[in-house]
C-alpha cells in the first residue's frame, strides 16, 4: 500500500498558479525531496498534505484515505521553515506543548517527550530556557517538536536551512 500519493494537484492562489497537476507515489521506508526554485509550489504541497491548503483540484491520499484538509492527519510530524518554538520556555516545556497538541498526555506525553530529548541528543540540556541554545539545539528542538508523536510520515519544509 501507498503511504502517501499525489495525484495531479493543482492550487492558484489569484493568478499565479503555485501547483500545476503535481504527482508522486511514496511507499514504505522511500524518501522524497521535492527540488525546485523559490516559488515552485514545495511549500505549497506540503501545506496541502498537512491540510492547511485545500487543493483546486486532484487529490492526496494518505495510508489510502483521501485527505479532505482542514487538519493535519496524526499520522504526518511536520517540521516548518522556520524555527517555530517558544523561546522563554525550556525545550521539556515546548515538547510537552506540541505533544499536547498533537492529543498526547499523562505518563503516554512523559514517555514520548523522554523519546523526543534522547532521540535528538537534547536530553542533557532540557530544562534550560532554550534562548540559551545554539542555533544548531534550536533547529533539532523544533525537528524533535515535529515528531514528539511518533508519526509515521515525516514532511521537513526547507530541511537544508
Request: charged share 20%; proline share 4%; with cysteine.
Amino acid at each position: 500500500m501507498s503511504v502517501l500519493t499525489v495525484s495531479n494537484a493543482t492550487k492558484s492562489f489569484g493568478k499565479v498558479t503555485a501547483l500545476a497537476g503535481a504527482s508522486f507515489d511514496l511507499e514504505a521506508g522511500e524518501l522524497l525531496a521535492l527540488l525546485g526554485p523559490n516559488g515552485a509550489g514545495k511549500t505549497t504541497l506540503i501545506r496541502a498534505i498537512t491540510g492547511r491548503v485545500r487543493l483546486d483540484g486532484g487529490e492526496i491520499r494518505l495510508f489510502g484515505q483521501v485527505l479532505s484538509g482542514g487538519h493535519t492527519p496524526g499520522d504526518v510530524g511536520v517540521v516548518p521553515q522556520d524555527v517555530a518554538l517558544y523561546p522563554l520556555m525550556t525545550a521539556r516545556e515546548n515538547l510537552q506543548a506540541f505533544g499536547r497538541l498533537q492529543g498526547l498526555s499523562g505518563k503516554g506525553l512523559g514517555e514520548h517527550v523522554d523519546w523526543a530529548l534522547e532521540h535528538t541528543g537534547l536530553a542533557d540540556r532540557d530544562s534550560e530556557p532554550i534562548g540559551r541554545y545554539s542555533g544548531g539545539m534550536r533547529r533539532r528542538l523544533n525537528i524533535a517538536c515535529g515528531i514528539v508523536h511518533r508519526p509515521r510520515i515525516v514532511l521537513l519544509d526547507e530541511p537544508t536551512v
